[in-house]
């Protein structure tokens, strides 16, 4: 299993039989892909850096490229491809040779629970625990409330790879989020996404007291490009 940092919140995952690649929005580099396999491009929600349409093109390129978005995603009836398939929240699927299952993001659109070749994949989007400072307490304990409960709809499963936010600008909660979620769930590999650039938040969570039990299976970001040989 080999697994490619590309950029932002954008990882390829590559499998036996297929590719995934979530959260691909033209930036960074795409790594050259097997027109033998299968292409699943997951695009969790519109945000600019999450999608951009212009990846669409890359169908003419590799013919056996699916897409799987959410349905924020606005595209007109008259641009719907049969390679397109759109997905809701709290939803599951069965898109080709993917079992999808959706949670509701805390932001937009939704996070991805994965399975396929044996393997089981979750990629956050942009559900997170998005503690702002400054926010109203309401709110920012209202977003406590509902990443909590969608993470909690996970327990009981365990992931070979697990995409999780940790993202500095969230000054004291930047690993919340990270940090609940390896509490209640289990995960053989974890990543860290979304942190918007400043790969130095990657090493700084290995110091939380939190982490300590998780160091063997944590991979730090240190570059674009970065990639990993998984078993």
Known sequence: MRVVFIFHSSFLVELEKSVLIFDYYGEGRLPKLSKDKDIYFLN????GDHFNRNIWELQKKY?????VMSRDIRVRKE?????MYFVRAREEYQIKKLRVHTLRSTDMGVAFV????????????????????????????????NYQREVDKLI???????????????LRAYDWGMRYFTEKIET???????????????????????????????????EEGQEWELC
């Open 156 to 170: 009981g499963q365990v992931f070979d790879l697990a995409f999780v936010p940790l993202d500095p600008r969230l």
């Open 63 to 67: 013919p056996k490229a699916f897409y």
């Open 114 to 145: 994965v399975e396929t070749e044996g393997k089981r994949i979750y990629h956050a989007g942009d559900l997170n625990w998005w503690h702002w400072e400054g926010e109203d307490k309401a709110w920012n304990n209202n977003i406590a409330a």
């Open 79 to 83: 641009e719907r491809e049969d390679w």
């Open 188 to 222: 053989r590999h974890l990543f860290p996404m979304h942190c918007w650039e400043e790969y130095k938040v990657c090493q700084k969570v290995k110091k939380e007291p939190w982490m300590q039990r998780l160091l063997n299976v944590y991979h730090p970001l240190e």
């Open 44 to 47: 969790s929600h519109g945000h």
